[in-house]
């Protein structure tokens, strides 16, 4: 049934998509290789796996991927890469509940 939902998307989608995972996959094989370049084999076996999987769960796999691979990898007793937050509307060390006080 998944092979028919995907034979069934228009060409430019599937292709958009497509770029969006590459540049997705390229940019989390850097931030893991950054915390464990000896085990840079290892985090493209785990991409590629992951990425499979998202096809197969959902027609927007690019959504998914990020947290997939951060599961496998956990699975794996390796801790997570810090992620590069340029696209936050918060600062990274932002505290949603500090109290503010008016000044009188």
Same mark, same amino acid.
């Given at each position: 049934?998944?092979?028919?939902?995907l034979?069934?998307?228009? =060409?430019?989608?599937l292709?958009?998509?497509?770029? =969006?995972?590459s @540049?997705?996959?390229?940019?989390?094989? @850097?931030?893991?290789?950054?915390s464990? #370049?000896?085990?840079?084999e290892?985090i493209?076996?785990?991409?590629?796996e992951?990425?499979?999987?998202?096809?197969?769960l959902?027609s927007? #796999?690019?959504?998914l991927?990020?947290?997939?691979?951060?599961?496998h990898?956990?699975?794996?007793?390796?801790h997570? =890469?810090k992620?590069?937050r340029?696209?936050s509307? =918060?600062a990274?060390?932002?505290n949603?509940?500090?109290v503010y006080? #008016?000044?009188r």
């Amino acid at each position: 049934m998944r092979t028919d939902q995907l034979n069934q998307l228009p =060409a430019v989608f599937l292709h958009t998509i497509s770029v =969006a995972l590459s @540049q997705l996959k390229q940019r989390l094989q @850097q931030e893991y290789e950054l915390s464990y #370049p000896d085990l840079r084999e290892i985090i493209h076996l785990v991409l590629d796996e992951e990425e499979a999987r998202a096809w197969k769960l959902t027609s927007f #796999p690019h959504l998914l991927l990020p947290d997939l691979v951060e599961a496998h990898l956990a699975s794996l007793n390796l801790h997570t =890469a810090k992620r590069q937050r340029a696209n936050s509307f =918060a600062a990274e060390d932002f505290n949603f509940f500090e109290v503010y006080v #008016p000044v009188r």
